[in-house]
């Protein structure tokens, strides 16, 4: 099991959203990943070792699962 890939859902450990849930939605290299967590939307570059990984997996198109995991309503999702 991969535990840095699109769509694994994680604990943010560190930064302005501490102990919020995020979303894996793209990998930039060995070292940094782009998340979504409820706090901000919109994709933001975070360093892998910020992250606490959870064994839980969505996809991070679906926004029905993305509002489910993150706690926030659907609407608010782009």
């Known amino acids: 099991?991969?535990?840095i890939e699109v769509g694994r859902v994680c604990v943010k450990k560190l930064g302005?959203?501490?102990?919020?849930?995020?979303?894996?939605?793209?990998?930039?290299?060995a070292n940094f990943v782009?998340?979504?967590?409820?706090?901000?939307l919109k994709e933001r570059r975070c360093n892998v070792r910020h992250?606490?990984?959870l064994s839980e997996k969505i996809d991070p198109n679906n926004k029905e699962q993305l509002s489910r995991v993150l706690e926030i309503e659907t609407a608010k999702i782009k």
């Open 16 to 29: 302005r959203d501490a102990g919020k849930r995020a979303v894996i939605t793209k990998l930039v290299n």
């Open 34 to 40: 782009s998340v979504v967590t409820s706090v901000r």
């Open 1 to 3: 099991m991969a535990l």
């Open 51 to 53: 992250l606490e990984f």
